[in-house]
């Protein structure tokens, strides 16, 4: 069973660093993209970036270049999403999924989601 | 363009049919997919490459394409499916994918 586990809630201060974790089992997890996605509240989804972990393609929506991080570690079938600065309006739902959303690849599996408070 | 457009809500009685469009230039030559996201939990992958539907998803659930829009209808709509649904396709490039606005589906 493909299942993708999410690192718990973050409460931060604007300016802190955050790191947060989207750990994968169940398939090969060099074989498909992950993605995050992010659901600030009240708001609909929206795509941040993606990694290949097989080669570490990685691409980044407009929105989002220069704002995150986007990594993987094959060795133990994690991907990441960090931030070097937080601010208040990344305050949000987080969610990994497996795939890419482009071509025939749907988004088939998505963690349970991280929620990020970001407040002074 | 990479938008994709969804109507903001839908309102329907339990065992009516809910049809959800999602347009966007892209859709000609993209495939689309459809999510359904209730309060709370996760997104779930409803439809995949305009049409198809991955096991465990309800037959009333389908998809369909025209040209550059395309539809998700839910046959005889359950109390259960009250929830936003968003369509998704990849953008022109065909490289990043761009989720639609979208909709907001009442069961009165």
């Known amino acids: 069973e493909v299942q993708l586990l999410q690192s718990g809630a973050e409460v931060k201060k604007p300016g802190e660093s955050l790191e947060i974790s989207c750990r994968a089992s169940?398939?090969?997890?060099?074989?498909?993209?992950i993605t995050w996605v992010r659901q600030m509240p009240g708001k609909g989804l929206e795509f941040m970036g993606m990694?290949?972990?097989?080669?570490?393609?990685?691409r980044y929506s407009p929105s989002f270049q220069g704002q995150v991080t986007i990594s993987a570690d094959k060795s133990i079938n994690t991907a990441y999403l960090q931030w070097s600065r937080l601010k208040a309006p990344d305050t949000a739902m987080y969610y990994c999924?497996?795939?890419?959303?482009?071509?025939?690849?749907?988004?088939?599996?998505w963690g349970q989601g991280t929620l990020v408070t970001v407040s002074s | 363009s990479s938008e994709l457009t969804q109507p903001p809500s839908v309102s329907m009685s339990p065992g009516q049919t809910a049809r959800i469009t999602c347009s966007g230039e892209?859709?000609?030559?993209?495939?689309t997919f459809w999510y359904q996201k209730k309060p709370g939990q996760a997104p779930v992958l409803l439809i995949y490459?305009?049409?198809e539907r991955p096991s465990g998803i309800p037959e009333r659930f389908s998809g369909s394409s025209s040209g550059t829009t395309v539809t998700l209808t839910i046959s005889g709509v359950q109390a259960e499916d009250e929830a936003d649904y968003y369509c998704?396709?990849?953008?022109?490039?065909?490289?990043?994918?761009?989720f639609g606005g979208g909709t907001k589906v009442t069961v009165l």
């Open positions: 999924a497996r795939g890419g959303g482009v071509g025939e690849s749907p988004l088939d599996s």
């Open positions: 169940g398939y090969s997890f060099s074989t498909y993209f």
């Open positions: 990694i290949y972990p097989g080669d570490s393609d990685t």
């Open positions: 892209a859709l000609s030559k993209q495939f």
């Open positions: 490459k305009d049409s």
């Open positions: 998704q396709s990849a953008d022109s490039s065909g490289r990043y994918p761009v």
